[in-house]
């Protein structure tokens, strides 16, 4: 582009020096023609800077992480000049840690058209990913002069967790809630609300059981299996921060929200609802939700993602037991990226359960020192590796 605009600048002065050296009407026509093309090119440029509409757009509002996801740069020109070449510097970051990166896009513009120019990205991590343009050039045909357009527009998408297969334990707890309405639909119990199944009567079936109205239609006996209720008690509590900026910031955050998912769907895979606690930047408050089919959980852990607070440094066991005296549960899951004594403090103190487990999410795999606890079952995971470490956790 420069070596255009010093050739266009020898053009011009050796048309003047030829104006001067020859009275001729072709010095005088050669002049004009060379002073008159940059000022036609200049007026196209801007011309055309203020016709272009250009905008983003994402198919979903969510992706998977590690998967590829389009991003559509969509440009409008409405004028009836076309832009013969035209670049655009794309950023893009994860907002839990505000690392920008780059991708840039090289096309040209049809004249009175809409176009959409695809191109594909891919997040590492989960988090909520804030797309931008840096600025979008424009160019003259001849290349003599540009123009910046479209500074700071964008959209945002959200990269989801995933999550693992694990083989765990859930216990068979008395501490049932008396009001649930949830029964198992794959095994009976004992609850005399409601029918779970029929079959027919067997040596050490009880004769309570026996349908009489039922038995009379089909000349035998005929035995109501009883519904199960599901427990209601289960509680996974995940601590979000991330608070220290550094190169495990991501790894850490993603490894929380990825164990958190894994354990949620293990826990619905199997007929067991549960709550999950997480602290709301928004409201500047605990969310507590009653998770009991997998839409919820994707609809939770969309809010969490975007909401995450990382660098809300109070500890949050010590802010929500300032508010909750107490909680009562079969289980309590703690998911945290800290295992110190003033957290295994409020858990013991604070938590009346069976089972209490704290899933402490590592950045490396260095040893830490991790204070011992007889009432708490201590699962260490290392970010990148949740399958394997917390595999056969029971809940």
Known sequence: MLIMKLLFLILIIASIFFRILYIWDFSIVLLVISCV???????????????LKIGFSVSEMTAEKGQPFTVSLNIENKSIFPVPKAEAVIEYQNMINGNVNEVELYFPVQSRNVQKIDF?????????????????MIY??????????????GTEITVMPAYQEINGYILDSCCIDDESTKFSQTKSGDDPSEVFDFHEYQIGDKPSRIHWKLSSKKDEFIVKDLSMPISEKTILFAD???????EYTLPVFDTIMESLMTLSVFLLEN??????????SKIKDFSE?????????????????????????????????????GISCSSFTCI?????????????????????????????SKEKDIPDSDEINILTVTAGKIAS???????
């Open 271 to 280: 007929e067991h609802p549960h709550y999950i606690i997480c602290y709301n």
């Open 389 to 395: 470490s917390i595999n056969g956790i029971e809940l």
């Open 240 to 246: 979000t921060r991330c608070y220290e900026n550094s």
């Open 336 to 364: 945290s990226h800290e295992a110190d004594a003033e957290a295994m403090m409020y858990i013991n103190q604070c938590v009346a359960s069976e089972i209490k487990n704290l899933v402490y999410v590592s950045g490396d």
């Open 120 to 136: 594909q990205l891919t997040s590492k991590f989960c988090g909520k990913i804030k797309i931008r343009s840096g600025f979008v």
């Open 140 to 153: 003259d045909p001849i290349r003599l002069f540009k123009a910046k357009t479209a500074r700071n527009i």
């Open 289 to 325: 939700i009653y998770v009991d089919d997998i839409k919820i959980l994707h609809d939770f852990i969309f809010s969490a993602v975007n909401d995450a607070d990382i660098k809300y440094k109070e500890n949050p066991l010590k802010k929500f037991f300032e508010s909750h005296s």
């Open 37 to 51: 093309i940059p000022v036609i090119f200049l007026i196209w440029i801007l011309y055309l800077k203020h016709s």
